[in-house]
């Protein structure tokens, strides 16, 4: 895992990250299993890899299953690190291929997934770039406020750049702090009031994502095709009658 030896991580983060990589059940016992570092070390490294948006989470049976964030997750990692790390952003663009095929590899065919916190929340919406068209219920308010205004500025770029649809049911709250100015390659409906609140759905590709905007920061995503098709036709259904 070359890509890795250069990102800055140390050897414990690079040998846990590539276990959870490689494994679609990954608990703390399995990671403690394939690296050999102890347990307590395991939940302290697993916890640097989330907050640093690499890493993910689901409780299952009172147990966390940890999952790799996209690992193109790792170039939005490097781009904080300043123009010093341009070296290490081209070695990782040349395993990226190879890192992101063992991602899909390792997904089950329905995975499900915690981001916490901004970071968290950041690698969730680098993910959503790979797909044209995205869906919201709920509306968007909340991106501005608790992920950065200069980072939705540079994502919101890189969005209009892919030329990627986004179809947003939004809440009159929302339209209440709009920034002013027309949004390429952008559309809108709008919800009753009585639909106000700090939950909203996040549809793209074959994932569905419903994010709590407030604190604790935490998006609980499905990703399964049958789940995101059934959320899409609620979604058509609304755009439809509103």
Not at 151 to 169: L, Q, S, Y
Request: charged share 30%.
């Amino acid at each position: 895992m070359k890509a890795l030896e250069v990102l800055g991580l140390s050897e414990g983060e690079a040998k846990v990250y590539e276990c959870i990589l490689y494994s679609d059940n990954a608990t703390l016992q399995h990671v403690h299993e394939q690296t050999g570092i102890e347990r307590r070390n395991v939940y302290d490294i697993i916890n640097k890899l989330i907050s640093k948006g690499l890493a993910t989470y689901i409780s299952e049976m009172r147990h966390k299953v940890y999952r790799a964030t996209n690992p193109r997750s790792i170039l939005d990692y490097l781009e904080k690190q300043g123009a010093e790390v341009e070296g290490k952003k081209q070695a990782v663009r040349k395993e990226l291929p190879q890192l992101v095929e063992i991602y899909k590899k390792s997904k089950p065919s329905l995975d499900a997934r915690v981001y916490r916190g901004k970071e968290g929340l950041r690698a969730m919406f680098n993910e959503m770039l790979e797909y044209k068209h995205h869906y919201f219920i709920g509306g968007n308010w909340g991106v501005r406020k608790y992920l950065g205004e200069i980072w939705h500025d540079a994502w919101e770029r890189k969005r209009v750049e892919g030329k990627i649809w986004w179809h947003d049911i939004v809440t009159a709250k929302f339209l209440a702090n709009e920034p002013r100015g027309k949004h390429a390659y952008y559309e809108r409906k709008v919800l009753p009031p009585e639909f106000e609140g700090p939950n909203v759905v996040f549809i793209f590709g074959n994932t569905v994502a419903n994010v709590y905007w407030g604190e604790p920061l935490v998006s609980v995503a499905v990703e399964n095709e049958a789940i995101a098709r059934n959320y899409l036709n609620y979604f058509q259904y609304l755009w439809k009658k509103l």
